[in-house]
């Protein structure tokens, strides 16, 4: 009972005590009270992780005197309102997700905070930063590259606009009775991933498709249309490159690359490649396709294709592509992401080319490794190995179940109709599956998608960088990894390049550790103070 | 009576009507954004222009709202705006889909539910037959049906290991019509079909019983009696006219059934059109769901104009005025 007492005692009278005998003698020297504070998140609809994350943020902020409405955002809004639309009221915490093209750092340095930036949905804007962030982006000396974004990023570091809390931990589990040499794909997540764990993984038993089981449809086969299934049309559909684990870019359909001028990349294909129906692939096909993707304008590559001004060939293998302005970022984000379309099956349709439906018209036809076979809506894809690819998976073809909710794909993976589960269960329930199971290996894939907390620079109190710099000093990564994603996220590291993304990670940057007390005292330094209940106020004026 | 008709058609076409409005302006002013996730990887304004005015999403919701009324006049739903393809092209095979859980459903589960219900009905006053039959159908009755469903996987799925839990065939297997008649389906269907069996029995049980329990006492059925026919005859006699209220209700009943296979879809990831259904509303894809609402809409208001029509042939005492 006295134990008990005690207890609760502590929490109870540890803040009264700092605010009675701390900074209540200088009560009326204070300005007004600094107003609550409203928090976004993504809603539960998302999973549970953003609540449960920005409640233990706000738990800690809220000892520097500050309270906090929690406001949770359904995502469509989210993005719509406030990370587009320049809607944000006061703080978010939110998560962006580790997509493949955001292995380059232009997207966390110059799409998420340069002014006028359309995701800058915090609303800073620095012109000297965001002259510097538009400048690395045009260095094709990569030395130089790195150079300057490390620069970029101690300048937003010493500025402290928003920053990053965790980094998600992706993870999948998979049949280990019937399958080997199942790769971490990382830092992407494996719905992402082609090599790995796709094309590396190898049957163990007689049974040679390797069965996905999965949440959702693919909702199109036409690579022009493509919203949400990046990854799986380029299984059958290649692209020029591929981004591996190290960060680097390596050579898929094409041999090599380089930049003759700083608009100007020579591209040269990979010998003897053809497409699913026997025809060859040559520089007539890229030129065709980079063409009318030009052309055509899909929104849905609006934005890897912004900068691409059209293609010329040169001879059977080599072409090149023209940019608007120099881009050194056109490596690590397009060469991956733009696939060949065959230009013989596609140069003399007449009808909307976006919205053509290439499996009825029979034209699901790409170059990659696997060829396309099956597609029954809202139940099931198969793809089957084209043996003659440069890199054909050691098994017959791939299935994707789309089952539609989590206890079915639990299911399929107990009962061995699935062979593989992805980020469509909760980590920890994939880990968990793992363990009690022993058909069932799990692997955890660091990501750098990245859970920030945003302020809205262009309001109060977030106008004040020793405002800002003390919610940073007062942010417990380490809860909210542990509490908020039940230990599947990593504390992040300094600034806002994620520290998975290696060369172009400024590691010099030093470490802010999570210490309220020190908040207080900056907070305290810059002229705030507390009144007798303990809430925070500004300096006065 | 054709003066009836007229008037329930017209009636009918106006709730089809209202229905149809209300969807739309519903789905236009939720605060979701069907272009957000490509907003979210950088899509333009320019782009995202385009593609809202390509979707029909452009201009005053008044103008918005004619135009879609207009090509709804002439049974043009739209494209989906995930699969671009017309909505009917995307509906068509996950109807047949949910048709298949649907119609062997509620006829199993109406003439389960009618023998059953002649046998409690028939049964001694207070006896233990009507107590338990009476005690199963109402608790049945109040259970949410994903709760049958799950009660099933958990049985003869998970822990019998007997059926399938989930989709409509293992991978690998046939595709086409052909499907449909093989073992593997079969094997897939039964849990799914027993849960709307299961669902669907209850109503029907108690509907029979109360017409067998009414007409037993008839004086018709004492002269069946007196005619020294077995008992199962004299209960035959009063079930066939205990059906009318049955065969009624298994109309609106169909309806219902199918915006009710919504929950067992997605309980048994079975590919129809109410998994669908639900799918579209979280992917913002309205097209698809506005026409699945509008076609259960239609489906109920018909089924009930059937039944009203039905039950005047049925009994010559109603009289349509």
Not at chain 1, 44 to 57: F, I, K, T, W
Not at chain 1, 395 to 415: E, K, N, P, T, W
Not at chain 2, 55 to 65: A, E, F, K, V
Request: proline share 5%; with cysteine; aromatic share 12%.
């Amino acid at each position: 009972m006295k134990n008990a007492f005690r207890r609760l005692a502590l929490p109870v009278w540890l803040p009264v005590g700092i605010a009675a005998f701390g900074n209540v003698a200088a009560a009326q020297e204070l300005g007004e009270r600094v107003p609550d504070l409203q928090i976004a998140y993504y809603a539960a609809d998302m999973g549970p992780m953003y609540e449960q994350s920005a409640r233990v943020l706000s738990e800690e902020w809220s000892k520097l005197g500050l309270t906090f409405r929690m406001q949770p955002v359904q995502f469509s809004t989210f993005i719509s309102n406030i990370m587009v639309g320049g809607g944000l009221e006061d703080m978010a915490v939110f998560t962006v997700g580790a997509d493949p093209d955001r292995v380059d750092p232009t997207y966390w340095l110059h799409d998420l905070g340069a002014c006028g930036a359309r995701r800058n949905g915090a609303k800073w804007c620095d012109e000297a930063y965001s002259a510097k962030v538009r400048e690395q982006r045009e260095m094709v000396d990569q030395t130089q590259r790195i150079a300057a974004v490390k620069q970029a990023q101690q300048h937003f570091y010493d500025t402290m606009p928003w920053w990053p809390a965790t980094n998600t931990v992706y993870g999948m589990v998979w049949n280990s009775d019937k399958w080997e040499n199942v790769t971490s794909p990382a830092p992407v997540a494996a719905h992402e991933g082609l090599i790995d764990p796709w094309l590396s993984a190898k049957p163990k038993t007689d049974d040679r498709w390797f069965d996905w089981a999965h949440y959702e449809d693919v909702t199109t086969y036409n690579p022009l249309a493509e919203e949400g299934a990046v990854g799986w049309l380029r299984f059958v559909y290649d692209t020029f490159a591929k981004n591996n684990s190290k960060g680097e870019t390596i050579p898929w359909a094409a041999a090599s690359w380089e930049f003759t001028e700083p608009t100007n990349v020579k591209i040269t294909l990979r010998q003897g490649m053809t497409f699913h129906d026997g025809e060859a692939v040559t520089a007539d096909d890229a030129v065709f396709t980079i063409n009318k993707v030009v052309e055509l304008q899909p929104p849905a590559m609006s934005s890897r294709i912004a900068n691409l001004a059209g293609a010329e060939k040169v001879d059977d293998l080599t072409f090149n592509i023209k940019l608007k302005t120099p881009d050194a970022s056109f490596v690590t984000t397009v060469l991956p992401y733009a696939f060949i379309l065959p230009e013989h099956l596609w140069a003399n349709y007449e009808g909307d080319m976006v919205a053509r439906d290439v499996v009825a018209d029979g034209v699901a036809i790409g170059s990659g490794p696997f060829r396309f076979k099956t597609w029954r809506i809202n139940e099931i894809h198969e793809l089957e190995t084209f043996k003659e690819h440069f890199q054909a998976p050691g098994y017959d073809g791939v299935r994707r179940l789309a089952l539609g909710q989590a206890d079915a794909i639990r299911s399929a993976m107990l009962s061995g109709t699935g062979d593989i589960a992805t980020m469509v269960l909760p980590v920890a329930a994939m880990s968990d599956l793992a363990t009690q199971n022993n058909h069932l290996d799990f692997l955890e894939i660091p990501s750098h998608g990245s859970m920030l907390v945003w302020l809205n620079n262009q309001k109060a109190p977030f106008t004040d960088p020793a405002f800002r710099k003390a919610m940073r000093v007062a942010t417990s990564k380490e809860r909210a990894a542990v509490e908020g994603w039940l230990g599947f996220a990593v504390p992040a590291g300094e600034g806002p390049v994620p520290k998975q993304l290696g060369m172009w990670y400024n590691a010099d940057l030093p470490e802010i550790t999570f210490d309220i007390e020190a908040a207080r005292a900056a907070l305290e330094q810059a002229g705030y103070g507390w009144d007798a209940q303990g809430r925070l106020h500004y300096p006065k004026k | 009576m054709r003066a009836y008709i007229l008037r329930r058609l017209a009636q009918s076409v106006l709730v089809i009507w209202a229905v149809t409005t209300i969807m739309f302006f519903m789905f236009r002013v939720m605060p979701a954004d069907p272009t957000a996730i490509l907003l979210e990887r950088g899509l333009s304004d320019e782009a995202r222009n385009a593609l809202l005015e390509q979707w029909g999403l452009t201009g005053s919701l008044w103008d918005q709202y004619v135009a879609y009324l207009g090509n709804l006049l002439v049974g043009d739903f739209g494209s989906s705006f995930l699969y671009r393809k017309p909505v009917w092209e995307v509906l068509t095979p996950l109807i047949i889909n949910t048709l298949w859980i649907a119609v062997p459903g509620l006829l199993l589960g109406a003439a389960l539910g009618a023998a059953i219900g002649t046998a409690v009905g028939w049964a001694r006053r207070g006896g233990k037959l009507e107590r338990t039959g009476i005690f199963l159908a109402t608790v049945i009755r109040g259970v949410p049906n994903f709760v049958i469903g799950i009660a099933l996987l958990t049985v003869f799925s998970s822990t019998l290991g007997w059926f399938p839990g989930f989709g409509m065939g293992d991978p690998g297997q046939n595709v086409g019509f052909a499907r449909y008649f093989t073992l593997d389906f079969l094997h897939h269907l039964a849990l799914p079909l027993i849960a709307v069996i299961i669902y669907f029995m209850p109503e029907n049980l108690l509907l029979m019983r109360s017409g067998v329990v009414e007409n037993r006492t008839e004086d018709y059925i004492e002269l069946v009696r007196a005619k020294g026919v077995s008992q199962g005859r004299v209960a035959w006699h009063a079930a066939r006219n205990s059906m009318l209220p049955l065969i009624t209700w298994l109309f609106p009943a169909l309806a219902e059934t199918i915006a009710g296979i919504v929950v067992i879809e997605i309980v048994f990831s079975w590919p129809g059109v109410g998994r669908e259904l639900v799918l579209a509303v979280t992917r913002q894809d309205y097209p698809v769901a506005q026409a699945a609402f509008f076609l259960l809409a239609v489906m109920i208001v018909l089924a009930n104009l059937a039944a009203d029509l039905v039950y005047g042939k049925l009994d010559p005492r109603v009289v349509y005025k």
